[in-house]
């Protein structure tokens, strides 16, 4: 339809598209391996968060966003469960019931990073 506005879903897929290619030069660009020490694992996990996360979930992962919870301290496990999947570990309870997430399976190589950030407290 000409003249319609681009829906929620199309804007965040192209966040997401963009946001994965910033991620992936920011990792290759330093030309330093990205995970020869924790330090560097939770600031690759930051370029993660920040490129993936932050249009639903706050800059700052202690804080709730305008869509999604705050994300400071979460498990590898609720990480796998929740961005692959979209569901909860088993025994979880989530911190909303929205059900606005979508599963983000292409980051799955990425989750050790974006939990390394996150238990980090940055």
């Known amino acids: 339809?000409?003249?319609r506005p681009p829906t929620l879903a199309i804007l965040?897929?192209?966040a997401l598209a963009c946001g994965?290619?910033?991620?992936?030069?920011l990792?290759?660009?330093?030309?330093?391996?990205?995970g020869s020490s924790a330090t560097a694992l939770a600031k690759r996990g930051k370029a993660v968060y920040q490129a993936n996360c932050?249009?639903?979930?706050?800059?700052?992962?202690?804080?709730?966003?305008?869509?999604?919870p705050a994300l400071a301290g979460s498990s590898l496990e609720l990480l796998q469960a929740k961005v692959l999947r979209n569901e909860y570990p088993p025994g979880y309870t989530p911190k909303r019931t929205t059900g606005n997430?979508?599963?983000?399976?292409h980051l799955?190589?990425?989750l050790p990073a974006l939990a390394a950030y996150l238990a980090a407290g940055e």
Do not use: K, N, R
């Open 27 to 34: 990792a290759c660009g330093s030309g330093e391996d990205p």
């Open 54 to 68: 932050i249009a639903c979930h706050s800059i700052d992962p202690s804080q709730d966003g305008g869509v999604g």
């Open 108 to 110: 799955e190589p990425e």
């Open 20 to 25: 994965s290619v910033l991620v992936g030069a």
């Open 1 to 3: 339809m000409v003249g």
């Open 12 to 14: 965040l897929a192209g």
């Open 101 to 105: 997430m979508i599963a983000l399976p």
